[in-house]
């Protein structure tokens, strides 16, 4: 096998490890996986449990009897903590309470007489697959290595559902091989003695939305101090974003409480309708021990920037690519100025606020409050009174609501009501894709109708799930390339405990067409001056999009030229090459680019970065 190219990063911030049962020929498989760089993890008999990258503080291990515990990660227990649940561990199934008590975000691996469990964070921020090699079943955290090791190649048909805006969960969250296992973030792995048996079993799920606002918000604040103290509790220098909007805010003056010297960082925008510098100095008046660097709008990359020289080692496509050189590009300032780690607010829109699809529930529930919000959703995203009343008649399956979309592919997007209400945005192809892609794509759609279930009943908590769910998938990516340069970050707001404490207060009180993010507002009052709570808005960057497109018009119409995907048979090339001519056509501004932007760099990665 390959050995790991320099650019997936060895410090902190990139724990990625394989997994094995204390057999003999599952040790023999190990020993393919170690390489220079690469550490072990031992079972009691001296063969290997665990091979893989990480740092000394980002794991912790423990031995009782016949049990093991391993949490790596960003988790603050301590050893002897983690003993005594070995100790007292009789069944693998026991470490469900041990996953959902734990703050931070981490994995964890528990053996017992010979049998192994895996698993990620709910959140899908740190995932689990698994594959047959050399007879023997292994788990991994990264599906890229399981696939290296089997020498095997992306599925087109896999890869070309890929193409849509958006990819609809189930698709969603399928390995790119076949030969390589997905396991949903709810539910966790289990290896059996023999090394070779495998089962999922689920050890998540979501809270009852049913507590008031005033008793969730303090559980809101203990969940995000604790993601923060976590971080911080080691002490040195943090940086933090600090962009003016609440859930960069907040997190500032959570840090600034803890044992960390603060770093704030304000990335102005563009637009000379953002705001964000002003509200970013709001807060830093109130910061008087925090340093506070601003950086230079104008010398900040823009999106689409440096496409052509991506080369991070990725398990799958994601549209995080296109804001990669933006959000890399002053970690290394931020490393000069002592930034152990950096910590972002991204995730806050996703769990502090919540989908109004929430409302076709309430609207036969409780219908004259639900009727009283619609009037004020509706004059706040300008819907139509009847797309509004079909939206909320709608009443499909989600298997119906996938089957439906498999022959609308090509069909210009829904109103807006009928996304926010419904499923969710109805998945689309654009032209450029092929009518064999097309054929493909349509199939998986129609295998995934016939036996999908949603992530909740409840249309409102599937669309919450699914959006931190697709979020958690672009973060995954960008912590290995932050840790590639120099300085790992973190979003707290994506811990399992934070997201349970959001999602347990209703909905009615979380989303309000009168009120902006009310849950966050009341769970920081008295943390975050009354002044930085009153910002009702927040910065789109429309412009460095728009400019971004514009300015690397070159490297889109490069970046077609002998295109991967062309040579699957995906795309037409001669129609993205004339399209990246003609960077002010209408509809570019809405993203349709990203996914396929997103597949095309993360083929050329591959055939320029060998994995482990």
């Not at 016949?66 to 603050?76: D, E, Q």
């Not at 301590?78 to 005594?84: C, F, K, T, V």
């Not at 929430?358 to 959703?377: E, I, K």
């Not at 079909?390 to 989600?398: E, G, N, V």
Request: proline share 7%.
């Amino acid at each position: 096998m390959n050995q790991l190219h320099a650019s997936a990063g060895t410090g902190p911030g990139d724990a990625h490890f394989t997994v094995f049962t204390d057999r003999e020929d599952a040790a023999a498989v190990a020993r393919s996986f170690a390489h220079p760089g690469t550490r072990t993890v031992p079972h009691p008999s001296g063969r290997p449990w665990l091979v893989g990258r990480w740092a000394d503080e980002e794991i912790v291990t423990a031995r009782a009897g016949r049990a093991a515990l391993a949490v790596v990660g960003c988790c603050p227990v301590e050893p002897a903590e983690l003993r005594r649940y070995a100790e007292r561990l009789r069944d693998l199934a026991e470490a469900d309470a041990l996953a959902r008590s734990l703050p931070g975000s981490f994995h964890l691996v528990a053996a017992l007489d010979g049998r192994i469990r895996v698993q990620g964070t709910a959140s899908g921020l740190r995932l689990v697959f698994h594959a047959t090699v050399d007879g023997v079943r292994v788990a991994a955290t990264r599906a890229d290595v399981l696939a290296g090791a089997l020498g095997a190649e992306p599925d087109p048909e896999r890869l070309a559902v890929r193409l849509l805006w958006p990819t609809p969960y189930p698709l969603s969250e399928t390995s790119l091989w076949r030969e390589v296992t997905a396991v949903p973030p709810e539910d966790a792995l289990f290896l059996g003695a023999d090394g070779r048996a495998a089962r999922h079993a689920r050890w998540w799920t979501p809270p009852e939305p049913v507590r008031p606002l005033a008793d969730g918000a303090p559980s809101v604040r203990e969940a995000l101090t604790a993601a923060v103290d976590a971080r911080t509790r080691a002490g040195g220098v943090v940086s933090c974003d600090l962009s003016g909007g609440l859930d960069s805010t907040s997190l500032c003056f959570l840090a600034d409480h803890s044992a960390a010297r603060v770093v704030a960082a304000t990335w102005p925008g563009r637009d000379p309708a953002d705001t964000d510098l002003y509200w970013a100095e709001q807060a830093a008046k109130h910061l008087p021990d925090v340093e506070h660097v601003v950086w230079d709008a104008d010398a900040s990359p823009l999106v689409y920037e440096d496409l052509l020289t991506i080369d991070d080692l990725l398990d799958e496509p994601t549209i995080g690519v296109m804001d990669r050189s933006r959000v890399l590009h002053h970690l290394p300032a931020l490393a000069e100025r002592g930034s152990r780690l950096h910590l972002t607010g991204v995730g806050g829109d996703h769990v502090a606020w919540c989908s109004e699809a929430y409302y076709h529930r309430l609207a036969r529930t409780r219908p004259l409050f639900a009727w009283r919000q619609l009037r004020g959703f509706r004059a706040l995203w300008q819907w139509p009174l009847g797309d509004t009343l079909r939206a909320l008649a709608d009443s499909r399956s989600y298997g119906g609501w996938l089957a439906e979309a498999a022959g609308r592919l090509r069909a210009p997007s829904p109103a807006n009501v009928t996304t926010s209400l419904g499923w969710g945005m109805p998945p689309r192809l654009f032209d450029w894709v092929t009518p064999d892609a097309e054929q493909a794509v349509r199939r998986a759609l129609a295998e995934a109708a016939v036996t999908a279930s949603p992530l909740h009943p409840d249309r409102g908590m599937h669309a919450d799930l699914e959006q931190i769910r697709s979020c958690t998938r672009i973060i995954r990516q960008w912590d290995r390339m932050a840790a590639g340069a120099g300085v790992p970050m973190a979003s707290p707001f994506l811990d399992d405990r934070v997201i349970e404490a959001c999602l347990a207060v209703r909905p009615s009180e979380r989303v309000s067409p009168w009120r902006y993010k009310p849950l966050l507002t009341a769970a920081m009052r008295g943390v975050v001056p009354e002044v930085c709570l009153r910002r009702t808005d927040k910065a789109a960057a429309s412009m460095d999009a728009a400019e971004g497109l514009r300015t690397h018009r070159a490297d889109l119409h490069a970046l077609w030229e002998d295109s991967r995907l062309e040579a699957l048979g995906l795309v037409d090339g001669h129609a993205l090459r004339r399209l990246a001519r003609r960077p002010a056509t209408p509809g570019l501004r809405d993203a349709i680019l990203y996914s396929t932007i997103a597949a095309e760099v993360w083929l050329r990665g591959l055939s320029r970065t060998p994995a482990l």
